[in-house]
């Protein structure tokens, strides 16, 4: 029997579709919407930064250093006679993709450590939890900064030292995913029709730690945005003329008193950015307590 | 609870060790060579090599950590590249700025943040709930840097009401050392006007450092009453007839406050980190600008030296957030 031979006449209840219920959430979120707005519009820029850059965002030009915004250079020139806003735009680029990859990596091993020590417990558990606290006895930026000052300044070394002081909190976060789920029914059954330990793992616990680690990885954007922007400031992270934020703001510090715009428009450009993730994880980690709740 | 603040005190013992076996490790693998930094560009070979044998760097690494650890133990810290003294006496020179700034601006976040939190939960989805919570989602969202940088343009720069650039004004000497903190110190020998001065340039970097701990404490606080405000004491504590504040403040604030006690003890460590960079704008002479000479020296000592003080005082805190639980929390008490 392939399908029915007679319209019964019935339709379908309206759907509630995970995406269906993130739009009417959203919808009633005007800050969430902002922030979605911001997000999107920042990674646009990410994307399309070489072709929408109106000057060359490296190439010193002395002949117009220092000037003030005008109708040519609508965020004014930083000391080299660069346009500051060809700099944000390219370094909207460099922000991004440092804390993509900063996550992503501090996520992947973070998880491993995670599953790892909470589903097989025991002394293994202890031992790797003991290393995660080793690394969250200490203030963030602090560690990242001896991290990165032994490696040497660049932006790489600071990406390393970011990720290792973000991992353990990834490490943590699933760890507990995992305890909570691990004695679940469902996991039982599996073991008890004989899948192995590693599929059990991949396919029947990994998968709900996920909605989690995702809501945390949206928070953590801002966050490491902000830790690589200041590894940077101090002169740790990228190295001039790279077009990074955190950079521009340090360099343009000497000129603050006397030419206000050039360290002022990348700190901007720095807070709307977290801003928007921040507002956006906010929403998201609201959206999965509603959920929660609803369950 | 006694055995739960004792494996407290292990653990984060064996974590302050860890570290020191972190950072000497990842301090010893890198290339450059402190020996030749230290002795000068212009140093001859014979010169580089003597520096070496005199801070121990011609021993294997092994060795040079075994000897730190036991030097350690006796509260030594090695001798610092840059200063050329022990790394333990400029520390005691540079902690209290930083301890000071750090005092002052958890001051402002705690009452900062619990005043509008309260009045936030008190106002709920009316204009100044809105106002606070967009304040401080901002505070999370702006650089600590930048926020420095704007308000030295505002209250320095534009309208002249602060002064910015070290502790204290030029003309004046500083406090009779006692503590170390020019406030408390200027107040104990009744020095009225170097307090006035160090008061005044404290404000700009102690509120920098403030704003985002005053918008984390803020959200906590609003959302912990919130909460509370739903549970059946409080409507017992109404129904009685009590006043409205008195059961805000006696009722709901002080069972509210728990959960906001915790986020207090963990932003104290980004303060801490905070403090390093605010330190840099405000030419504040704290451990952020020890350490920024220690980074531009190679100077493993001092790096090393700098990340475990501050480990260490991140770790008395919490150990301190643990024991207010005792006091406000008679469940924990009585456990």
Redesign the interface.
Known sequence: MSELPVDLGLTLAPKYTFGSTLLRFLRRSPLATAGLIIVAITVLIALFSKWIVPYNPIAPNLDVKLAAPSLQHLLGTDDMGRDILSRILAGTSVSLTSAMIIISVSMAFGTLVGLIAGYLGGWIDDVLMRLTDIFLAFPALILAMAISATLGPSLQNALIAVAAVWWPWYARLVRGQVLSVRNMEYVEAAHSVGARPMRVVLRHILPNTLGPLLVQATLDVGNTILLTASLSFIGLGAQPPTPEWGSMVSVGRLYLLSYWWVPTMPGFAILLTVLGFNLLGDAMRDFADVRERAL | MFNHLLRRIV??L???V??TL??FI??HV???DPARLAAGPQARQEQVESVRKEYGLDKPIPQQYLIYMVNLFKGDLGKSLQSRRPVSEDLVDYFPATLELTLVATLIAVIGGIASGLLSAVHKNKLIDHVTRVIS??G???????LG??L??IFY?ALGWLPFGGRLDPSLSPPAHITGLYILDSLLTANWRTLGSSIAYMVLPAITLAFSSLGVVSRMTRASLLDTLQEDYIRTARGKGLQERFVLMRHALKNALIPVITIIGLQF??L???A??VE??FSWPGLGTY??K??MFLD?NG??G??LL??LV??VVNLLVDLTYLVIDPRIRAQ
């Open positions: 653990l984060s064996i974590a302050l860890g570290i972190l950072v990842l301090s890198v290339p450059g989602l901002g999370v969202s702006i650089p600590v840097f930048w940088l704007m030295v343009l720069r460590g980004g801490l980190g905070g390093f960079l840099v704008i350490a920024m220690a980074i493993y790096i090393i700098v990340t501050t480990g991140f770790m």
